[in-house]
C-alpha cells in the first residue's frame, strides 16, 4: 500500500510561482516513477510531468520551459516548481506513482493563478 499527499497549491498572480510536494509513504514503498497531473476545471485531467528512478524528467509541451519536477529520495518527495504560471495553469493538481502493478493517486491541491 502506497500513500501520497500533496501539499502547497494556492493563489498565485499571473507570472508568479508556487512549489508543490507530493510526499510518497509505505512501508515497502519503493520509487520507480512519479507523474504530475492536473485537472482544470471542467476539462479532463492531463498529464503535466514525469521523473523515473534514474531521475530521467518529461514535460508536457504547455509546461516546458515553466515548469522543473524533481525528487528528494531520503524525503521520498518530489516537487514541481512551476515558474511564470498563467491562468490556464489554474487547476487541481494531483501526485500519482505505480507500484506492483496498480496506480495510486493523491487527494490532489488546487492551485489558482489570478489574471
Known amino acids: 500500500q502506497v500513500q501520497l499527499e500533496e501539499s502547497g497549491g494556492g493563489l498565485v498572480q499571473a507570472g508568479g510561482s508556487l512549489r508543490l510536494s507530493c510526499a510518497a509513504s509505505?512501508?515497502?514503498?519503493?520509487?520507480?516513477?512519479l507523474g504530475w497531473y492536473r485537472q482544470p476545471p471542467g476539462k479532463e485531467r492531463e498529464w503535466v510531468a514525469s521523473?523515473?528512478?534514474?531521475?530521467?524528467?518529461n514535460y508536457a509541451d504547455s509546461v516546458k520551459g515553466r515548469f522543473t519536477i524533481s525528487r528528494d529520495a531520503a524525503k521520498n518527495t518530489v516537487y514541481l516548481q512551476m515558474n511564470e504560471m498563467k491562468p490556464e495553469d489554474t487547476a487541481i493538481y494531483y501526485c500519482k506513482t505505480p507500484y506492483w502493478g496498480r496506480d495510486y493517486w493523491g487527494q490532489g491541491t488546487q492551485v489558482t493563478v489570478a489574471s
Open positions: 509505505g512501508s515497502r514503498f519503493s520509487f520507480t516513477a
Open positions: 521523473i523515473y528512478a534514474g531521475g530521467q524528467t
